[in-house]
């Protein structure tokens, strides 16, 4: 059974930090993991990803302010997300890329994250 479970959303101030965790299973041959996140009345957009190599991406909007990072061995990935701006507010899902083709999306259930200005 594939399961990505999300964690560590919540509201904070601007200026404030949060950290993420997601933990997969029940994926074959995790090869990239990362997070998206979609804002009321917006399409979903990558925050950051990173690869089983330790290869990370970020969107510009976050640089500088988000770090990704990633344990293998338990197939967890965080979002440590400080500086927090109110255009950070969206709900953040987790997602893995994987399986037998190494091509397949999995999504978690999201976590909601709220900055007030």
């Known amino acids: 059974q594939v399961q990505l479970v999300e964690s560590g959303g919540g509201l904070v101030q601007a200026g404030g930090s949060l950290r993420l965790s997601c933990a997969a299973s029940?994926?074959?041959?995790?090869?990239?993991m990362g997070w998206y996140r979609q804002a009321p009345g917006k399409q979903r957009e990558l925050v950051a990803v990173i690869t089983s190599g330790g290869r990370t991406d970020y969107a510009g909007s976050v640089k500088g302010r988000f770090t990704i990072s990633r344990d293998n061995a338990k197939n967890t990935v965080y979002l440590q997300m400080n500086s927090l701006k109110p255009e950070d507010t969206a709900v953040y899902y987790c997602n893995a890329r994987g399986g037998w083709a190494g091509l397949t999306h999995y999504w978690g259930q999201g976590t909601q994250v709220t900055v007030s200005s």
């Open positions: 029940g994926i074959i041959s995790i090869n990239a």
